[in-house]
């Protein structure tokens, strides 16, 4: 399996951007794709899982402002991104897990490169 995430980049607090993760080689049909960040100095958080059934969890702190999404013909997981703020600066990762794990990715599930997301003030 391999995960390339793009569609980062720098945009003003209160602008929006669209990431996309697009995988390759998945064998499995029941799988949840998440969304993960990491600031510097910070540890990887949790921003939103979708599952190919396409159940969607987020973390608190982005419940409102984005939306994840997955085209499971495509492959492809999606997460739109409004209202940002310069506190959801990091680089995103997206992660694919066999099957609906209430826990998410683990680190040793398949992962991308991330992406940088930078909001100025």
């Known amino acids: 399996v391999q995960l390339q995430a793009s569609g980062g980049g720098l945009v003003q607090t209160g602008g929006s951007l669209r990431l996309s993760c697009a995988a390759s080689?998945?064998?499995?049909?029941?799988?949840?794709m998440g969304w993960y960040r990491q600031a510097p100095g910070s540890q990887r958080d949790l921003v939103a899982t979708?599952?190919?059934?396409?159940?969607?969890v987020y973390a608190d702190s982005v419940k409102v402002r984005f939306t994840a999404s997955r085209d499971n013909r495509l492959n492809m997981m999606f997460l739109e991104m409004y209202n940002l703020k310069p506190e959801d600066t990091a680089v995103y990762y997206c992660?694919?897990?066999?099957?609906?794990?209430?826990?998410?990715?683990?680190?040793?599930?398949?992962w991308g490169q991330g992406t940088q997301v930078t909001v100025s003030s």
């Open positions: 992660c694919l897990r066999a099957g609906y794990p209430v826990s998410g990715c683990r680190p040793n599930d398949f």
């Open positions: 080689g998945v064998t499995f049909t029941r799988n949840t």
């Open positions: 979708v599952t190919s059934g396409g159940t969607t």
